[in-house]
């Protein structure tokens, strides 16, 4: 087939692709998807687009072309001497067309003065719809005369389709054979000569090939990766942290936060009804948070008030990581301190007006460094390198309050793209109160901080509106195509 058309091709000066189809009584489409593919090599063949009228015969068109029109059959079948009008009527069938064409050619008379009687008028007819419909058929003509086209159509003889075409010539490097291009090198082309002779498929550098399937990380997962990094950098080892149900004890009492802080009531806390209270907070701890909350001690004067077990004993879903990091304190005090660095990000909840930038879940990323004599000093110059890491180099402290920090800070960053000091994070020093009761040494410091991943995910991806970056409203596509990570 292939050389077929190429010798075809090669014994004209330019061919239509209609042509080559009907010499070689194949499919139009089948030849057009091979000039295609000739059209891939280099100047192998020009090809021109074209667009023709191809008209063929309707049924009724394919019988007039074999049996005569319906006038002709009606002038044929009138006898020399005439014949009634009512017998031809009955004998022929079209007759209304035929009669009244035939009448219209002046082919035949109509006498009326006794029975009507039908007449020819004239010795002979061409048939001309027929010779033309005939020749439709065979293909032989390309325009008809636009007034017979015209009735043809309106006849339903005929119907005229708008084809697609090419014409074809030879390309300057047009042969009567397509080497078939080698896109694989293989050891016996290599073993032998044959790697000479063939001809190689040139390289496509700009095909973009298939991107491998794989999961997509969600951007909060991917910034929590850089995060973990700069921690593990700074020799951070991290926290567990695989309790979101914590007890009211280890969230808020151990960190010498009061009972009747607004922070812990129904508003801002979810509290767990089933199971309502936790029953393994060790007993002698217990016992030196309920003193250091009533009575003080370690030179404070406590809160002085009525502290109560069952308060303590409630179960929460988490509201802050601290929770995680006052338990790994109150283990280090057990077994022999030593000074260490740890860090965690992971998920909080907290009973939240829901709103374009709050959720009632949101990570948290805490890093904590308890050590000998740590001063505020040593705190803001690790903040500085930490938030160096990740490009933030216009640092603000201000100073806050948290129940288990003294002093405290808020970190503010300026924010090139909002042009303003921005909220970054939460920091301070452990207070006495929540240290000392733990059992750890007094010389002790621990110097923390605390920031949301949410944010600074939300800023470096361009979003204004946490629903973007979580829950049901998220876009996939936002998912699969966030970057892996930015460079500043
Ligand atoms: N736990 C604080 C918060 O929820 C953050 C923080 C951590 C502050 C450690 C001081 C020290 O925002």
């Not at 217990?286 to 002085?304: A, E, N």
């Not at 374009?356 to 505020?376: C, M, N, P, R, V």
Request: glycine content about 6%; hydrophobic content about 35%; overall charge neutral.
């Amino acid at each position: 087939m292939e050389d077929k058309i190429l010798k075809t091709i090669n014994s004209f000066e330019t061919i239509e692709t209609l042509e080559i189809a009907r010499l070689l009584n194949v499919d139009h489409q089948k030849i057009i998807g091979f000039i295609k593919s000739l059209e891939s090599f280099t100047k192998f063949i020009n090809v021109q687009p074209m667009s023709c009228k191809n008209i063929t015969l309707t049924p009724e068109g394919l019988e007039i072309a074999q049996n005569g029109s319906y006038e002709a059959i009606l002038y044929n079948s009138i006898p020399l001497n005439g014949i009634s009008q009512k017998d031809l009527m009955e004998n022929v069938k079209n007759y209304k067309i035929g009669f009244s064409k035939a009448m219209s050619f002046g082919w035949i008379k109509l006498d009326k003065s006794n029975e009507p009687t039908i007449y020819r008028q004239v010795d002979s007819i061409v048939d001309q719809v027929q010779q033309w419909l005939l020749k439709i058929k065979d293909s032989i003509v390309e325009d008809i005369p636009s007034n017979l086209k015209h009735e043809f159509k309106r006849r339903k003889l005929i119907t005229e389709n708008l084809v697609k075409s090419y014409r074809v010539s030879k390309g300057l490097e047009f042969k009567l054979k397509i080497d078939k291009e080698i896109t694989d090198l293989s050891p016996e082309m290599i073993e032998g000569d044959l790697w000479k002779d063939v001809t190689f498929k040139k390289y496509n550098f700009k095909a973009l090939g298939v991107s491998p399937s794989s999961g997509h990380f969600h951007p909060l997962m991917k910034v929590k990766t850089q995060f973990r990094q700069i921690f593990l950098e700074m020799g951070f080892s991290e926290m567990a942290t695989n309790n979101y149900i914590e007890s009211s004890f280890w969230n808020f009492d151990a960190l010498f936060q009061p009972q009747n802080h607004p922070a812990r009531d129904e508003h801002d806390t979810f509290f767990l009804s089933d199971p309502k209270n936790c029953l393994d907070i060790p007993l002698e701890y217990l016992k030196k948070v309920k003193k250091i909350h009533t009575h003080g001690g370690f030179g404070s004067l406590g809160y002085q008030y009525d502290w109560k077990t069952e308060e303590a004993q409630k179960n929460i879903l988490r509201t802050h990581t601290t929770a995680a990091s006052t338990r790994i304190l109150y283990k280090l005090a057990q077994d022999n301190f030593k000074p260490c660095k740890y860090f965690s990000i992971d998920k909080v909840y907290r009973n939240e007006n829901l709103d374009a930038t709050h959720l009632a879940e949101f990570h948290q990323i805490e890093g904590i460094i308890a050590d000998y004599d740590l001063s505020l000093g040593h705190l803001m110059g690790v903040l500085k390198e930490f938030y160096k890491k990740l490009g933030l180099t216009k640092l603000r402290f201000k100073p806050t309050y948290n129940p288990y920090t003294e002093p405290s800070m808020e970190i503010y960053s300026y924010h090139d793209g909002l042009n303003k000091w921005v909220e970054i994070g939460n920091s301070g020093i452990f207070r006495p109160e929540m240290l000392l009761p733990m059992g750890l040494p007094t010389n002790i410091s621990v110097i923390a901080w605390g920031l949301s991943l949410e944010r600074p995910t939300m800023i470096l991806y361009g979003i204004s509106n946490i629903r973007e970056l979580v829950g049901h409203k998220v876009n996939l596509q936002m998912v699969y195509e966030s970057p892996i990570c930015f460079f500043k």
